[in-house]
């Protein structure tokens, strides 16, 4: 049994889509980030950075204690390791699907996630230059991805974890972009792993196992995913001046 701790993060469904892929046997726990969840000494003993995802493996290779990951690229390699599946053996082609790995990893997965905190979480005066710097390099990354993809099926070969690892981002597309039809391949790609049977439970079992019904205070939020005087700081921006 692996334990797979989750939000709505993008990089929670790429962990979720590979332990579907693999047929483990998994189960998701909702951290609640916006009630401070993420910060309990519990949490912080299985991730140490405080976010999603992370995992605990009940059954490692070594038969020992359960071992907890976190870092999503990171759990994808362990998973492939562990299952012998979606990470190629040919040299050159896991040397591929590690660096595509890793470019999500370092690139298109935290410049998304600027993106959106300049579309949703900034003071008003700061997102002009927030998004056009953010949305531009999300867009750009999709380019440099889809030029790739020209005449491939996939990233590496086979269908990898570097799919998998890059799909998470490219499915939020529609917060930086009306549609993906200026990069077509790109599209297709999305379309042709939207379409697993494995992809659609995996994301099923995220939103199951989070609690959309409860409560929520934006400024709690801000507070528990920033810190207080990011979150003072933001409210005193976005005040009217006086």
Known sequence: MIDLYVEGSPAVFKVAMMLEECGLDWAAHHVAVGEGAQHTPEFRAISPNGKVPAVVDHDPQDGGEPLA?????????????????????????RAQ??????????????????????????????????????????????GVLDGHLKGREWIAGDYSIADMGAYGWVNIY?????????????????????????????????????????????????????????????????????
């Not at 870092?71 to 599946?85: H, N, P």
């Not at 200026?182 to 379409?195: C, G, N, Q, T, V």
């Open 69 to 93: 990951m976190f870092e999503s690229g990171a759990i994808l390699v362990y998973l492939a390791e562990k299952t012998g599946r979606f990470l190629p053996d040919d040299l050159r082609m």
């Open 174 to 242: 529609d917060r930086f972009a009306k549609s993906l039809d200026e990069w077509p391949d790109l599209k297709r790609w999305h379309a042709a792993i939207a379409a697993r049977d494995p992809v659609k439970r995996a994301y099923e079992k995220v939103m199951v196992a989070r609690d959309e019904t409860a409560a929520f205070s934006e400024r709690e939020f801000q507070r528990n995913m920033f810190g207080e005087p990011a979150a003072k700081t933001m409210g005193a921006l976005a005040s009217p001046r006086g």
């Open 97 to 142: 699907a590690l660096q595509w790995l890793f470019w999500q990893s370092s690139g298109l997965s935290p410049l998304s996630g600027q993106a959106i905190h300049f579309i949703r979480y900034a003071p008003e005066e700061t997102r002009p230059y927030g998004q056009l710097r953010y949305i531009g390099e999300v867009q750009r990354h999709w």
